[in-house]
């Protein structure tokens, strides 16, 4: 009888799931049978935790002997299933099995060696669980038909019978699930309920997800909730609202919440937390509970890792509370929290006003990713805005503008200008002023400041240019031709402008020079320096601007205006105008522009003069792209390969390079003679690779030839080493 009450409760089970499967929640999902069936099936289940049906052989309990009667032999209990769990380590499978067989035979003892051959008297039929252990299903069908055959008296047992079935369709639920196929998912788990149980949750879980994949994710949480309401395994309870959390909404989650034993979800809801708290943080829109916050934030401050202070830190910055914000911060970089917790740092000193040491904290991340040069970029900007422009160390300033022109960061760049202009290095102002709207040509802020910079240093064509293009988007640059408001701005200016330098002479401390783009003035070791970097600079900017002027006198500016046609010609005469002004970038920008629409010559000339302006700013990979795209004649090319192999040097020398420093003199020797400032670093290359003769040959050439105290520095130097001091 046992037999047909455990095929009864898998036909209702199979009903209810069924109708799960159609109707979701219309049904009762617990899948536990009347009473009457859970009455005569009470020997087959042990606990709540084993719903699916209990494996039933076709063995009985015998019946008492009669009296009178001799002693029958003992029934032959199968044992074949409980090694088979055994075998395969199932705890609660095994113990599910044992208290069944208790059951049935109250005088049954188990063996005490489960791993031992079974003493069942049946072989074949021990073979045929070690070949389903081994998940070779195939085979056990073919076995079982092949006896068959052979004995046709003979019937599988049900229990091996219905767990071939439960493995064929588990696996085809498995591969429907991994091939994403979802209504063959739910159709296999509505056909085959005995897998839709807390025996296999891994089925439940997929099921969970093909409802959340099809649309259905009420059906989900009722089959997350079917595992609550009845599974008793810690990790799989746990798991399951880790699942639930994944795929639901918070609604549907906190009904899940509700069938918490004790405290097992703490942790999940620790979880939940971090992830609302997560989401204000990144929209300040949204609120999160009291009782959210004070979780994170107990977890932030008790934990030894960084993750929740940086969570929190995130949270708290963008909700108006940067002191804790920063505070928690500086907790993750103590616990190693690295780039992101840097970030954080940077932003959150930022905010507190507290520029320099934002500064000094970024400096240190610059190479740790986009996110902390942004945050770097964004501090160091509102450092140097401010007025009056702070007194900062050069190599402060140096590094800020190395960051600014890497990145092409216009606000960085605009920063500058203000810094320069507010320092009143207005020239310098200028270029960084006209570099970011080379960056960003929508940037108002440097465009304003751009017309500042010139309503100062009286370029009136100029001036009336910006405002020309820009007076119908920005009413304070508009403003600047205003004749009455301009008088004032110009006497203010100027008043202002006075006192700034007043200032300065008495303190007799300047702000440090703005770089502009990039400027070489690399320090030789003691005892003596050659002071050749200016100078040298100074030669090369003299090749470069003799190019412009030799080949565009047409081009010379006339009052400030270099013209604002916009076909080829007119951009390729604008550039070769705006570099006669020392006005590299917007140069630039204007041969950029004529190389797009111009014809075959004027896009060569225009290359030509990119490359100029380029190595008027010093951005040598620039000038190099820019020569490639220019046609020039053989003597320009000459002397533009020259200039190249300058840079080159220069950029070697800078990195300590001398071997290939002398290698690209060598080269460059061949197009052009070498000047004075260049046999000077000749003859340093040799004194630094320890060749002193080859040094001193060069420093006594010139010396003789001009008296040069910097040849009679590296003489010096030669004698101090070789301690043969001739002079």
Known sequence: M??????????????????????????????????AIRQAAAAGSS???????????????????????????PPVVDESALRYFASQGDTRRLEAELARLRALYPEWKPPADLTSPAQTGDPELERLWKLFSEGKIAEVRAAIAQRGTR???WRAPVDLVARLDAAEAAQRLVNASNARQWEQVIRIGTETPALLTCANVDALW???????????????????????????????????????????????TDALLAQERQTEFSSIRDEIARRRIGRAAEDTKLTVSADDIRRVEALANAATTPDDAILFGFYTLRHNDPVKAEALFQSALQR??????????VLALAANRKYREAEALGSQWLDAGAANRKAYLDA???????????????????????????????????????????????????????????????????????????????????????VNDWGGRSERIAALLDPRRNRASRGQDARVQDARDQQQRRDDVAAPAVPVIRERDPIEP???????????????????????????????????????GQSGAAALQRGWCLLNLKRPAAAAAAFEAAMRTGSAQVAADAAMGKTYASLQQGLTAEANVAAAQANPAPAQRRELSALLLSERFYAQYDNK??????????????LAPETTDLMMMRGWSYFHLGRYTDASRVFTALYRSNGSPQALAGLTAIGDVTRQNRY
């Open 206 to 252: 997929r099921v969970a997800e093909a409802f959340v994949q099809t649309g259905k994710p009420e059906r989900a949480r009722d089959a997350y909730a079917y595992v609550l309401g009845n599974c008793n395994t810690p990790a799989e309870r746990i798991g399951t609202m880790q699942k639930a959390l994944a795929t639901l909404p918070d609604p549907l």
């Open 380 to 466: 160091v900007t509102s450092l140097i805005t401010q007025e009056p422009a702070p007194k900062l160390d050069r190599a402060v300033v140096e590094r800020i503008a190395k960051t600014v022109a890497t990145d092409r960061y216009a606000p960085g760049a605009a920063g500058l200008g203000w810094y320069a202009y507010n320092a009143g290095q207005t020239s310098p102002a200028e270029t960084w002023f006209e570099t970011a709207l080379s960056w960003d040509r929508g940037y108002e802020p440097a465009a304003y400041g751009l017309a500042l910079a010139r309503q100062r240093l009286r370029d009136q064509a100029g001036l009336r240019a910006i």
């Open 151 to 153: 004995e046709p008296n």
């Open 47 to 73: 606990s709540p935790d084993s719903q699916q049906p209990a494996p039933e052989l076709a063995q009985a309990q015998a019946p008492a002997t009669p009296p009178g009667q001799p002693a029958q032999r």
């Open 657 to 670: 390079d001398f071997n290939g420093a002398l290698v690209t003199l060598s080269e460059r020797a061949r």
């Open 2 to 35: 046992h037999v047909k009450y455990a095929v009864l409760a898998i036909a209702l089970a199979s009903a209810a799931f069924y109708a799960f499967g159609r109707h979701g929640r219309e049904v009762d999902l617990s899948l536990t049978p009347p009473a």
């Open 526 to 564: 003691a005892p003596s320096r050659p002071l050749r970097s200016r100078a040298a600079r100074q030669t090369v900017q003299a090749d470069i601007d003799a190019e412009p002027v030799r080949r565009r006198q047409a081009a010379a500016p006339v009052a400030g205006s270099c013209g604002n």
């Open 336 to 345: 190693k929290g690295g780039a992101k917790a840097a970030e954080g740092a």
